[in-house]
């Protein structure tokens, strides 16, 4: 027999990111990109690259974010901890010193002018 009546089984198709091995949809980053630069050429290096840039950088945030958590003795990540966590980190600090998280609060700094300092008296600012 020649054969021709056997098909051929076709290879189960794989997704972009599996193939690059990355978490992130590298095809759904790939549609956002050509629908904003709709006049230039994307190669398809250009999203698994940005694809693995943002894997990594929610990696990090996630890691410290965790770490925030468990010093506060939580075992849930909640906003307050994400800026935490980036507010201590100087590289993601300088990223995101633009970006406000949602009910992220605020930093805690207390002026060092308004500490009292032990062994100076109080400053009573009435009249003489």
Do not use: W
């Not at 050509?34 to 290096?45: E, L, P, Q």
């Not at 894997?55 to 996630?62: G, K, R, S």
């Not at 003795?73 to 201590?88: C, E, T, Y």
């Not at 009910?103 to 060092?112: D, E, K, N, Y």
Request: proline share 6%; hydrophobic share 40%.
């Amino acid at each position: 027999m020649s054969g021709r009546g056997i098909a051929k089984k076709r290879a189960k198709p794989t997704s972009k990111s599996v193939r690059a091995g990355v978490l992130f949809p590298v095809g759904r980053i790939l549609r956002i990109m050509k629908k904003m630069t709709h006049k230039y050429r994307i190669s398809i290096g250009a999203p698994v690259y940005l694809a693995a840039v943002i894997e990594y950088l929610t990696a990090e945030i996630l890691e410290l974010a965790g770490n925030a958590a468990r010093d506060n003795k939580r075992a849930r990540v909640i906003p307050r901890h994400i800026l935490l966590a980036i507010a201590n980190d100087e590289e993601l600090h300088h990223l995101l010193k633009n970006v406000t998280i949602p009910q992220g609060g605020v930093l805690p700094r207390i002026h060092p002018e308004l500490l009292v300092r032990k062994g100076q008296p109080l400053k009573s600012g009435g009249a003489k």
